[in-house]
């Protein structure tokens, strides 16, 4: 995959390492996602293994989709967010073509992390407006209790208290100018729990034309005042969305149409990020990714500064027999 920058197969076939003809090595990997059983879950222990990120950990749910020709794919995926970045830990395949998920669909996904890492420290959760509902949030509120970030629709019903008037939560916020935050006082009652609500307006999508969908609102638990700043770190699972795609391994040209093929091809790919990760710290120790002074931004991304050094390596490795990178001691652990 480093060295064909995709997952499709045929042009895997192509660089495969092997005296093979390409048509051999393409039903080899057939065969292989047909075939070959997967503890899918266990991969969530290699990545972090790998990875060895500090807990608490910060995670984030989000979905990704996209179509190949008549066949959908629908990904709900959880990821671990650290230094800007999601790490892949686990996926669920939703068996509807498109639309966001129900809550049993994400609470299994947390139930999995917890038999998986039993006694993980969570700093929080983080989800975008399709992850809201009164069985989602009375399960991370009560059932399994795990501090949260998420944010609401501005349509969404609050009230001061149980049995108290309800009112569209975007009505107390309109007074405010363009970046401009609120934190309302006191909990508020969201479908039936107390939380602290805090709302920001944003700039318009349409200059000089405001909408509803100008607000960010949020809810949580605890530490209302440092929720902004929380639910904008979850945003490093759409780095992580950018790196299995375009960005990296074009996840989007696999001409998989059976969903468990697809899942299967997750595990490696969750694999072959984390080495890039791993290679990345490792080369911006040795010379750091330039900053573009005038954008105030890297010039390359800290995925890719990774990946590219990978795929050299397994491109030409012999151009790498003096050189202080060893990818086979640094890879060993998996």
């Not at 790490?87 to 809550?103: E, F, I, Q, R, V």
């Not at 209790?145 to 108290?164: N, V, Y």
């Not at 609102?217 to 795609?245: H, M, N, V």
Request: hydrophobic letters at 45%; one cysteine or more.
């Amino acid at each position: 995959m480093f060295r064909a920058k995709t997952v499709n197969l045929a042009e895997l076939a192509t660089v495969w390492a092997a005296r093979a003809a390409e048509a051999s090595n393409y039903k080899q990997m057939q065969r292989f996602f047909r075939s070959f059983e997967m503890e899918i879950d266990k991969f969530a222990l290699m990545v972090m293994s790998i990875a060895q990120i500090p807990q608490p950990w910060v995670l984030s749910i989000d979905r990704t989709n996209w179509s190949f020709g008549k066949t959908h794919f629908n990904i709900l995926m959880l990821s671990v967010v650290h230094e800007g970045i999601g790490y892949p830990l686990m996926w669920t395949m939703l068996k509807k073509n498109k639309g966001n998920s129900n809550s049993e669909e994400r609470m299994d996904l947390l139930e999995r992390l917890e038999a998986l890492f039993p006694g993980v420290k969570i700093a929080y959760l983080t989800g975008d407006r399709e992850f809201v509902g009164k069985p989602w949030l009375s399960f991370v509120m009560i059932d399994q209790p795990i501090p949260f970030r998420l944010r609401i629709r501005q349509t969404d019903k609050i009230s001061r208290g149980r049995g108290q008037p309800a009112i569209a939560c975007v009505h107390l916020f309109r007074s405010l100018s363009i970046g401009e935050q609120r934190v309302l006082p006191g909990r508020r009652w969201v479908w039936g729990r107390p939380v602290y609500i805090i709302g920001v307006r944003l700039e318009p999508k349409q200059k000089k034309q405001k909408s509803d969908d100008d607000f960010l609102i949020l809810i949580t638990e605890y530490s209302p005042r440092t929720a902004l700043a929380d639910y904008g770190r979850g945003w490093g699972i759409e780095t992580l969305f950018g790196a299995l795609k375009r960005q990296g391994f074009c996840l989007e040209s696999t001409h998989f149409t059976e969903r468990e093929r697809l899942s299967k091809l997750l595990a490696p790919l969750a694999l072959a990020f984390v080495w890039a990760m791993k290679a990345r710290i490792w080369r911006h120790a040795q010379k750091p990714i330039r900053l573009i002074e005038a954008q105030g931004r890297r010039a390359r991304s800290l995925f890719r500064y990774g990946c590219d050094l990978l795929r050299r390596f397994f491109i030409d490795p012999l151009s790498f027999s003096d050189s202080l990178f060893q990818p086979i001691k640094l890879l060993s652990c998996t």
